[in-house]
């Protein structure tokens, strides 16, 4: 098996394990499920099991069915505004959310457009 394969698999294991075998603070399951996405994408990270900017967006896919940590401030600050339902937040919250992350992207887009072409421009 080649090295993404093991790691997928590899991540995958680690990740439902930490989730139904471990509980690092009785009555915060969150804090479980939080380590647990962590360590899914450092493994997929240091395996390349799958792009890095896939690997990236995991936290923005799992954590609104898991109820994992949310964020930075910011983002905690859109999720607070919307009404919490018994399981989370509603899909209208995580649509904003994803809403800024995306433009957040096309910032970091362009500025790192930009320092290419500054760059190329400077050396010839």
């Given amino acids: 098996m080649t090295r993404k394969y093991v790691g997928l698999i590899l991540g995958l294991i680690v990740f439902f394990a ?5 509980d690092l603070e009785p009555g915060k399951p969150e804090v479980t499920r939080t380590l647990a996405v962590a360590l899914l994408m450092a ?4 395996s390349e099991a799958i792009p890095l ?3 990236a967006l995991i936290p923005l ?15 905690g600050a859109i999720l607070e ?3 919490k339902t018994a399981v989370g937040y509603s899909a209208e919250a995580y649509s904003k959310a ?5 433009v957040a992207a096309l ?8 320092i290419t072409e500054t ?6």
């Fill in 18 to 22: 930490v989730l139904f075998f471990t």
């Fill in 61 to 75: 896919v799992l954590f609104p069915f898991l109820g994992g940590a949310v964020a930075p401030p910011i983002l």
């Fill in 43 to 46: 493994i997929w990270w240091v």
């Fill in 81 to 83: 505004a919307q009404e």
């Fill in 119 to 124: 760059i190329k421009k400077a050396s010839d």
């Fill in 53 to 55: 900017s896939v690997t």
């Fill in 107 to 114: 910032i970091a887009l362009a500025i790192a457009c930009f």
């Fill in 98 to 102: 994803f809403l800024l992350y995306f």
